[in-house]
């Protein structure tokens, strides 16, 4: 579409398909009739809640950006709807055993987010995963419901048993999952100490494997799991101590985020076979666990690329129990209960994170002057001439030439050779030869590979309210890509090409990277910045992983954290708010003290009015001032 068709002629509808809310929203997210984003609860068929209306909301109870939203309908619902999609398949095919979910809770750790899970998930009996002992004690204070499934993982001490065998003592549904052979030995001490007769689960290394990110933990070569050799071993061991009839769960995890249902497929397949048997060495057994792994489809793609999945929630449960049927039914063996520790697909949709762009970098097209000064040096005039004869049959030439020029004045300046005025004007030149590539390249049939990657290099400079370190650890880390879009605005076309910048002074700090249905793109559509008014970004599908894998890089803190609650007729409370962490709280973590702070600012500030250089009530406003930054959010605040 020309640019200036699509200034006119922008609808909602074009927001909708540019930035594929509907791909990637899973019905939780769409765009009304204002333009701006709204939340839909309770999927497609409800009530909308707009986000500028929240933002509005937000303001008015004096919560600056950046603000983490959590949405606690969105997290119910996706509980419910894996407990459900395998209630149908279960039924469906006429499976025998039962569907135990649990959530691992590495995943998000935050105390509200694990006891909102907890409490939409009690009609299911959803438990928990835990993979230390500090999991463990968070996870005991919030399971109720001695039915659900508390799974202990990681690599165990004594003291990890002790926590988990009086846990079992107090009723709860405790399953040990063995994940190195030394463990057995401290588990049956242990245990025939206490007196209590442990749950025991193996996991077993596979050696199927799965393409992607976060898959290192499955394979034959994989940090966790017993081996076939151990998990012969372990078997002898306990039939030795007459405790083969402890011996109830097998458990592998493939990694996170699989993005190929085959991978998933051939997984399960193996590790019934396992299950087969152990089942077969005489041990009861009757739970399978899967792990996690079930993905989530960041890019809305639907395809099996790393930041997406081929299969829908309904596909996955729909595999899962009819491979561990056929293959059981085959070998007269009963149907075990089936557990998955979901992570990601379980809380990523239910936060997102709001911030507000402050200020934007925008390289401008300045008038060339038709004739150079006259001490312009040879370069600098060779420079404009590639300027003047630019056309659309030598792009790639002129291309070549205007970095060999620009290049060339750039090492001038630093020999002393060129002025600084002259240097500007060849930058300017420079630009404007760049900015013409990248209008004429697009009436090209084939664009050079140099020039595609131009508009990337023209784009501009957004910078946002937030920390790529503390909020979106993994788009740093891993480069994940996150669904990312202005949340209002969504009538105007967006006519800049813009690349994220944090507020870090870090230059890995910034987001270049975004979800394309045709893959990955290198700039983001954004709206130009208007005067005096706020510029809104969100970034969805971050309730999995980034929160308690986020730094304090250059000490911004954690962010102000809010929840939503909305009823059935699209009326909602803010029902649970976090102050984001002030200076002070952040300078303590690295071990500061600001009261000791202060007091030193406070002798230096005394010794200056000694000098004469400020007054007493000059002190008293500078110390003021030292006291409130201590107290401020880390975040830009306006
Ligand atoms: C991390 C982890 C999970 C969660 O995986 P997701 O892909 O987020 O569902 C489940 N089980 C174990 C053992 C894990 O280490």
Redesign the pocket.
Known sequence: MARTQALHNWTIEDSIELYGIRNWGLGFFDINANGDVVICPNGKNGPQISMMDIIAGLNERGYTMPVLLRIENILASRITAIHESFRKAIKTLGYQGEYRGVF?V??NQQQEVVENIVQAGRPYHHGL?V?SKGELLAALSLIRDQEACLIL?GYKDEEFFNLGLQAQRLGFNVFFVLEMPGELEVLLTRAKSIGVRPNIGLRSKLSAKASGH?TD?GGERSTFGLSIGEIVNVVDTLKEHHMLDCLRLLHY?L???ISNIRDIRTGVMEGVRMYQGLVQEGAPMGYLNL????AVDYDGSHTSFSMSRNYTLDEYCTDVVEAIMTILDEQKIPHPHIIT?????TVAYFSLLLFNILDSSVIEERPIPEKLPDDAPEALRNLHEVHSHLSLRNLQECYNDAIYYRDEIRKLFSTGQVTLRMRNLGEDIFWAIIMRIAREKTHLKNIPRDLEDIDASLADIYYGNFSVFQSLPDVWAIDQLLPLMPVHRLKEFPSRQAIISDITCDSDGRIDHFIDPQGMKMTLDLHPLKKGEEYYLGVFLVG?YQETLGDLHNLMGDTNVVSIRADADGSYEYVRETRGDTVADILTYVEYEPHRILEDLRTTAELAVRHGRISPSDRYAILQAFEDGLRGYTYFER
């Open positions: 691992p590495k995943v995963e993979g993982n976060w933990s995890h990694g996170s985020q792990g996690g792994g079930l520790e979901s992570g990601r697909a999995a």
